[in-house]
């Protein structure tokens, strides 16, 4: 009786062990974050069980602005309040079915573009709710103790106010400056921090562009490539623009493990600024070349109307991501949703 049941269990075990085996090898589907179900035998990386997800959406942040927490020193100097919270434990879909842990500033990668006038009093509210140390560098003028290099913000509701006068005029990074400085930035903590002229700059339809790969099997070589984090999104989302009307783009190259970057843009050519400090341009090109950190800001006009392209002329980068597209129409022209492809 003993060794019937034991010869049953044994039939029943192997029998679920092989079933086992072969649902490993079937074909899964997956609902990426665009809703489009896409279908793999390959192995699928389980987002953390533990973390949240991140939402980002690139045709918001394009254009989207923080002025800060406005208000008036007795002296009259203008006051910008900002609060930053670095997390490293959130998950985001970087491509579809590619779930990767990113780390962040107020919850996105890359974190929210700053933006002051030339003489603001910049004040940064850091708390590091993460679970390793960091720090908030800005590129710019500013005293040493606020460099956010030496002065280690611990994790778990660590605190550091950042103060400083904005300047120069121009775009700059800021990022995470903890050690090791590779890794802390290539899982995405760095944002855009824009320093308007006091005479303003002439309007513009303005737009950030912050250039970044993600290194998701951590062999030190990026797997993606983009404009603004996802991989080919404003080749399927075109970025709209008007014909006659300047752009300005706010470009910053923040890829890391590659020593270079760059940007085309098709049809046209544009007025490059290198990191926005001077007010006459440099070059008129339809190409730059950037470095890690390298910075600029871009203007130009489109006289036709139409599709054109922008991307890496590096053409490893577009091919896994960095492309997009201007869809350039007349005013008054019927204006589709920006998700339209
Ligand atoms: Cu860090």
Same mark, same amino acid.
């Given at each position: 009786?003993?060794?019937?049941?034991?010869?049953?269990?044994?039939?029943?075990?192997?029998?679920?062990?092989?079933?086992?085996?072969?649902?490993?090898?079937?074909?899964?589907?997956?609902?990426?974050?665009?809703?489009?179900?896409? *279908?793999?035998?390959? $192995?699928?990386?389980?987002?953390?069980? !533990?973390?949240?997800?991140?939402?980002?959406?690139? *045709?918001?942040?394009?254009?989207?602005?923080? &002025?800060?927490?406005?208000?008036?020193?007795?002296?009259?100097?203008?006051?910008?309040?900002?609060?930053?919270?670095? /997390?490293?434990?959130?998950?985001?879909?970087?491509?579809?079915?590619?779930? &990767?842990?990113?780390?962040?500033?107020?919850?996105?990668?890359?974190?929210?573009?700053?933006?002051?006038?030339?003489?603001?009093?910049?004040?940064?509210?850091?708390?590091?709710?993460?679970?390793?140390?960091?720090? =908030?560098?800005?590129?710019?003028?500013?005293?040493?103790?606020? #460099?956010?290099?030496?002065?280690?913000?611990?994790?778990?509701?660590?605190?550091?106010?950042?103060?400083?006068?904005?300047?120069?005029?121009?775009?700059?990074?800021?990022?995470?400056?903890?050690?090791?400085?590779?890794?802390?930035?290539?899982?995405?903590?760095?944002?855009?921090?824009?320093? #308007? +002229?006091? /005479?303003?700059?002439? +309007?513009? #339809?303005? =737009?950030? =562009?912050?250039?970044?790969?993600?290194?998701?099997?951590?062999?030190?070589?990026? !797997?993606?490539?983009?404009?603004?984090?996802?991989?080919?999104?404003? *080749?399927?989302?075109?970025?709209?623009?008007?014909?006659?009307?300047?752009?300005?783009?706010?470009?910053?190259? =923040?890829?890391?493990?590659?020593?270079?970057?760059?940007?085309?843009?098709?049809? !046209?050519? &544009?007025?490059?600024?290198?990191?926005?400090?001077?007010?006459?341009?440099?070059?008129?090109? #339809?190409?730059?070349?950037?470095?890690?950190? /390298?910075?600029?800001?871009?203007?130009?006009?489109?006289? &036709?109307?139409?599709?054109?392209?922008?991307?890496?002329?590096?053409?490893?980068?577009?091919?896994?991501?960095?492309?997009?597209?201007?869809?350039?129409?007349? +005013?008054? $022209?019927?204006?589709?949703?920006?998700? /339209?492809?």
């Amino acid at each position: 009786m003993v060794l019937i049941l034991f010869v049953l269990v044994g039939i029943s075990v192997t029998i679920a062990f092989s079933t086992l085996s072969e649902a490993q090898k079937e074909q899964k589907t997956i609902i990426t974050h665009s809703g489009k179900a896409i *279908q793999t035998y390959g $192995d699928v990386l389980d987002p953390l069980s !533990n973390a949240s997800t991140v939402e980002f959406d690139p *045709q918001k942040y394009l254009r989207d602005f923080n &002025y800060g927490h406005i208000s008036k020193s007795p002296t009259g100097q203008t006051i910008r309040d900002f609060t930053i919270i670095a /997390e490293d434990n959130k998950t985001q879909e970087i491509s579809p079915g590619v779930f &990767y842990n990113v780390w962040t500033f107020n919850g996105t990668v890359p974190g929210p573009t700053i933006r002051a006038t030339e003489g603001d009093l910049v004040r940064i509210h850091f708390i590091n709710n993460g679970s390793k140390s960091h720090t =908030m560098h800005f590129h710019g003028i500013h005293k040493a103790e606020m #460099d956010g290099v030496f002065e280690i913000v611990g994790p778990g509701g660590g605190q550091f106010t950042y103060e400083f006068e904005a300047g120069p005029v121009g775009v700059h990074p800021y990022h995470c400056h903890v050690m090791p400085l590779e890794e802390h930035i290539s899982h995405g903590l760095y944002g855009v921090f824009i320093v #308007d +002229p006091k /005479e303003g700059r002439p +309007p513009a #339809d303005e =737009m950030v =562009m912050v250039l970044n790969g993600f290194d998701t099997d951590f062999d030190a070589e990026n !797997n993606f490539y983009a404009a603004n984090t996802i991989p080919f999104f404003y *080749q399927h989302h075109p970025i709209q623009i008007k014909t006659d009307e300047l752009i300005r783009i706010y470009v910053v190259n =923040m890829v890391e493990f590659d020593p270079i970057n760059n940007f085309h843009l098709h049809g !046209n050519l &544009y007025h490059y600024y290198p990191t926005g400090t001077d007010t006459v341009p440099s070059t008129y090109t #339809d190409m730059i070349t950037l470095s890690q950190t /390298e910075r600029g800001i871009m203007e130009f006009q489109y006289t &036709y109307p139409g599709k054109y392209l922008f991307h890496a002329h590096k053409v490893e980068f577009s091919e896994k991501g960095w492309t997009g597209l201007f869809l350039v129409q007349k +005013p008054g $022209d019927a204006t589709g949703s920006e998700y /339209e492809s």
